[in-house]
Nanobody, 120 residues
């Protein structure tokens, strides 16, 4: 059984910062790309940032220059450093990863989501 557990969400004023973490656990064999998505009320879930197992990163245009994705492969953890936060960044943030376990091939796993609220 694989679990992705997110932490670090909360409320912050515009211009503030938050750091999200997502740790994978279970009988892991390999983790390919790790991603952060977000979903605001009434909107579709969108990809925010992606990092490959080799460290290549991609960002949505709306967060480029403000958000940084990173990963610690030894800890099976992905991070999202969010700076200069704006009210439009308010959403539930989800961790996502393509993971192979000791008993199954690669599968797309999701975390439970963590709320980020940016408001004055």
């Amino acid at each position: 059984q694989v679990q992705l557990v997110e932490s670090g969400g909360g409320s912050v004023q515009p211009g503030g910062s938050l750091r999200l973490s997502c740790a994978a656990s279970g009988s892991l064999r390999s983790i390919n790309a790790m991603n952060w998505y977000r979903q605001a009320p009434g909107k579709q879930r969108q990809l925010v940032a992606r990092i490959t197992s080799g460290g290549t990163t991609n960002y949505a245009d709306s967060v480029k220059g403000r958000f940084t994705i990173s990963r610690d492969n030894a800890k099976n953890t992905v991070y999202l450093q969010m700076n200069s936060l704006k009210p439009e960044d308010t959403a539930v943030y989800y961790c996502n990863a393509l993971i192979a376990t000791m008993v199954s091939s690669r599968y797309n796993y999701w975390g439970q989501g963590t709320q980020v609220t940016v408001s004055s």
